[in-house]
């Protein structure tokens, strides 16, 4: 089939390079030229292990980029794969969606056969239909239901697997208001399917939007808990991982999301948590226990410094940060907890010097004036203090360059560091 995408970011790009796999013609639209070159060039614009071989195969082949909205007109349906971040009060602002929704409805009023619109992004009950489809309705001229569907197909890919996720599915969620709109998604994802037998869900649209939220409030929530339950657990002195590791084998808590530690951060959790709770409050509920689940979250970074704190005064110190990327196997930086980690140190008086295999250049955006390293060796060289933020692998068989601390303190938030005989360890949890 012929494909359209707009937005070629995380999800966007990853999406269209598997349906190139899969077999279909794909076209990312993205208002940003360097990705559309990169795309046609054969060169992903993100990282993320796999993609890079996926888009050097398709891209400029079966995997297109352009500008150019009109490229619409060529396909059979069009995946919404645009950002929805937060307002200053967590609610979710739609401006991105919405322009990319008239810029699609102007192109579809000069498209004469039927056409399906994918809502990929994640967004309230209500948006696909009520704000994206009457948009879209105003734009084209044309009516919903006749001409063109909306649909609503929620992603849960994870960064840093995104490729292994999205062609290896739990669940496939088509939120659809008619036949005719799930038999496309159907045609779509066939060769998923066939591939990879996930289950396939299909639902309401207002439904599918909401299991999106709900599936990431519930594994955040599981990630804080855990939190929790390890906080509590190093008071006790209890080992936290071995506790978790009993209670993973009731099938009913499950052995996965299990790992306590300085928190979750990302694209994702921190702003779905956020407009789960701005869109239950907008409808007069108050939300405690997603609420209390950001809380923990929002806690642990000083907690992690507290820790350090224990050992050693701050101010004036060389502190090294281990680890910038919200999480392994990605360079991205958003929400990571090891923002609100170097801003505190840098409140403080610390001098930090920081460490990441690959999101160093986009931490560079947040933070232009700290100091940055090309290995953990040179980043502990001389440190007063390191702290691990990030649970990097490469991190877990670090030994002799502990040595060249000035003070081998080392505060692990990632329980990923050998406590060892030649260090001050501190685990975050016991
Ligand atoms: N990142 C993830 O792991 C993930 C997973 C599941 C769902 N989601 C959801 O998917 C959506 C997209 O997230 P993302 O992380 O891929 O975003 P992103 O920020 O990585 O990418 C968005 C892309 O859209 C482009 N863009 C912005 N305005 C545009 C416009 N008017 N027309 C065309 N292109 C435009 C940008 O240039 C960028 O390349 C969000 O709703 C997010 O919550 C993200
Ligand atoms: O046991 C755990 C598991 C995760 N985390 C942290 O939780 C955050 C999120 O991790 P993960 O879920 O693996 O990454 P994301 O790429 O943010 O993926 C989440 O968010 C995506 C965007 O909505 C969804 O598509 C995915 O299903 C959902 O897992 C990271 O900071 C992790 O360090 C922990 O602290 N302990």
Request: charged share 25%.
């Amino acid at each position: 089939m012929e494909l359209s995408i707009i937005g070629s970011g995380y999800v966007g790009t990853t999406v269209a390079a598997c349906f190139a796999k899969l077999g279909h013609s794909v076209t990312n639209i993205d208002i940003d030229e360097e990705v559309v070159e990169r795309i046609n060039s054969g060169d992903s614009p993100i990282h993320e292990p796999g993609l890079g071989d996926l888009v050097a195969e398709y891209g400029g082949n079966r995997l297109r980029a352009t500008t150019d909205y009109s490229a619409i007109r060529d396909t059979d349906a069009t995946f919404l794969a645009l950002p929805t971040p937060s307002h200053e009060d967590g609610s979710i602002d739609t401006s991105i969606i919405k322009a990319g929704a008239r810029s699609l409805g102007e192109t579809l009023g000069t498209k004469d056969d039927y056409h399906l619109v994918i809502v990929k992004s994640t967004v309230v009950p209500g948006t696909t239909e009520d704000m994206l489809g009457s948009i879209i309705e105003e734009t084209s001229g044309q009516t919903r239901g006749e001409q063109f569907d909306v649909a609503m197909n929620p992603e849960f890919l994870r960064e840093g697997s995104a490729v292994e996720d999205f062609l290896n599915p739990d669940k496939i969620v088509f939120g659809t208001e008619n036949k005719r709109a799930n038999e496309r998604l159907a045609n779509i994802f066939e060769p998923l399917i066939i591939k990879s037998n996930p289950e396939v869900v299909e639902t309401g649209i207002r439904e599918a939007e909401m299991i999106k939220y709900a599936n990431n409030a519930f594994l955040a929530t599981k990630v804080s808990l855990v939190n929790e339950l390890g906080n509590i657990c190093k008071e006790y002195e209890v080992d936290a991982y071995e506790v978790t590791d009993a209670i993973g084998l009731d099938e009913r808590i499950g052995e996965r999301f299990l790992r306590s530690g300085v928190g979750w951060g990302g694209s994702c959790f921190p702003k779905d948590t956020a407009a789960l709770v701005a869109a239950a409050r907008d409808r007069g509920y108050e939300p405690s226990i997603v609420e209390a689940a950001i809380e923990v979250n929002n806690k642990q970074p000083k907690r992690l410094l507290n820790l350090l704190e224990n050992h050693t005064d701050l101010p004036g110190k060389r502190i090294a940060v281990l680890g910038l990327a919200f999480k392994p196997g990605t360079d991205d930086v958003r929400n990571s907890r090891s923002i609100p980690i170097i801003e505190e140190l840098q409140n403080i008086g610390a001098e930090v010097v920081a460490y990441d295999p690959v999101a160093v250049e986009n931490m560079r955006e947040h933070f232009p004036n700290i100091e940055y390293v090309d290995s953990v060796s040179l980043a502990l060289k001389g440190a007063d203090g390191a702290l691990v933020v990030t649970d990097w692998d490469e991190f877990s068989v670090l030994n002799d360059e502990f040595e060249q601390m000035k003070n081998p303190i080392v505060v692990d938030g990632r329980r990923i560091v050998n406590n060892q005989d030649n260090i001050t360890y501190e685990g975050l949890t016991w």
